[in-house]
């Protein structure tokens, strides 16, 4: 059996763990530079307040509920210890995003999973705060299924559903529309439609045959999987291919000084990035973009990727080719609204290509392990390159940005 165990309105649920005067109340989470609804609790749904809804427009509820910029270091720690404390109760487990973790249950024949679900949800209240749905089935398609359930009817099933038989498979693929069916997007889900198909149930009807033509080895592979057949186990953590660090900035930008110090300080991102996998890279991508809401202005994109000379994950090497990148492609008499850092060709330690000719100073390696020490649970670091602005990291646009609880002293909760 699998089970699915996604946080009730994650981002909300965080904010709402360290202000319990929120529980019962409209809470709504910004995008980056408190551009729109990214998340919601149950309250402010019920208020009409749509995902995506731009934030000026939110004044009409002002009153009636409570707004928050995206606070990305508290929901990362919490997703961890979240994913920590149920990884206790089986030793196989896939996170597969932020708030949602698929748990695989060998020899658990004999147990009461539906008990065992409630014992999960009941440890990481008590740990984390946090509320969650369980889903269990025999796939896992079908846990999405099930976790889907227990979050609709949470007052009916106490956040924990089990689909353990034919008739609890087949009544929930009925109730579930084709378009809420994992791996079944906006554009699949109405050509389905177009063909009859409607339901979950309806899309296991349809011929191995069409499926597999129509939606290649992907679609029937997910149709077997909502038929009962195990045909996706877990997936095992894989090493990126890429690692991105990209901001749009609040307003437009002209200066190229301040773009250059957002290229440096996000190759410092990416670099960081690095040696907490023990890896490397040996390309640099760097990209600017202009405005295009803006179409009264001039417009302009684009992108360069540069090899570097040796593997690194050096905050000083990483950045001093990032800034020659954008030397590339920087074009005065523009307004840049975003700018990006990816890295490539990333490599395991023991995998490190060196160069025949010349390496890296040896002195990086060292000096990058002490900054990484003194920087440790830091939002802004303490030591960084003189390039990077030493006052603040991130410059976003973040006005209604909630204390960062479990990551800086400086916001850990008092009892006196």
């Not at 699949?188 to 339901?199: A, E, F, P, R, Y």
């Not at 492609?329 to 990006?340: A, D, L, M, P, S």
């Not at 395991?348 to 900054?371: A, T």
Request: include cysteine; aromatic fraction near 10%.
């Amino acid at each position: 059996m699998y089970a699915l165990v996604d946080c009730n309105n994650f981002y909300a649920s965080s904010e709402r763990a360290f202000q319990p005067e929120l529980n019962d109340q409209a809470v709504v989470v910004l995008s980056n530079n408190d551009g729109c609804v990214i998340a919601r609790s149950n309250e402010a749904k019920d208020l009409g307040i749509k995902m995506g809804l731009p934030a000026f427009m939110l004044k009409d509820f002002e009153n009636d509920v409570h707004i928050f910029s995206s606070n990305y270091e508290l929901y990362d720690d919490m997703s961890r210890r979240i994913m920590n404390t149920l990884s206790e109760f089986t030793p196989e487990v896939e996170v597969y995003s932020i708030d949602e973790i698929f748990l695989k249950f060998d020899g658990f024949k004999n147990y009461d999973l539906n008990k065992y679900g409630q014992e999960m949800r009941q440890t990481v209240k008590k740990n984390c705060w946090i509320p969650v749905s369980v889903g269990f089935a025999p796939t896992k398609a079908l846990a999405k299924v099930a976790n889907k359930i227990a979050k609709k009817y949470s007052d009916r099933w106490n956040g924990v559903y089990v689909i353990d038989n034919e008739e609890k498979r087949i009544k929930a693929l009925k109730w579930l529309p084709i378009a809420d069916v994992w791996g079944i997007g906006r554009q699949l889900s109405k050509k389905l439609i177009n063909w009859g198909v409607h339901t979950a149930y309806d899309f296991t009807q349809l011929p191995d045959y069409t499926v597999q033509k129509e939606l290649s080895i992907v679609g029937l592979r997910l149709k077997k999987e909502l038929s009962g057949l195990n045909y996706l186990d877990l997936e095992e953590t894989e090493r990126k291919k890429a690692i991105a660090t990209t901001r749009s900035f609040a307003h437009d930008e002209y200066s190229y000084d301040n773009i250059c110090e957002r290229v440096s300080t996000f190759a410092t991102r990416c670099a960081e990035k690095l040696r907490k996998e023990t890896s490397y890279c040996s390309k640099i991508e760097v990209f600017v973009i202009t405005n295009k809401f803006k179409e009264d202005e001039p417009q302009y994109a684009n992108k360069v990727i540069m090899n570097l000379p040796f593997a690194s994950n050096s905050d000083i090497t990483i950045a001093k080719y990032a800034v020659r990148a954008l030397n590339i492609i920087y074009k005065e008499g523009f307004g840049y609204k975003k700018t990006g850092v990816v890295v490539h060709g990333i490599t395991p330690e023991p995998s490190k290509q060196g160069n025949l000719f010349f390496n890296e100073n040896p002195k990086h390696e060292k000096l990058m392990k002490v900054m990484d020490l003194l920087n440790i649970s830091k939002m802004d670091p303490v030591v960084t390159l003189a390039s990077n602005d030493l006052k603040r990291r991130e410059k976003m646009l973040r006005e209604r940005l909630s204390k960062c609880y479990t990551t800086n002293w400086d916001d850990l909760i008092e009892i006196s």
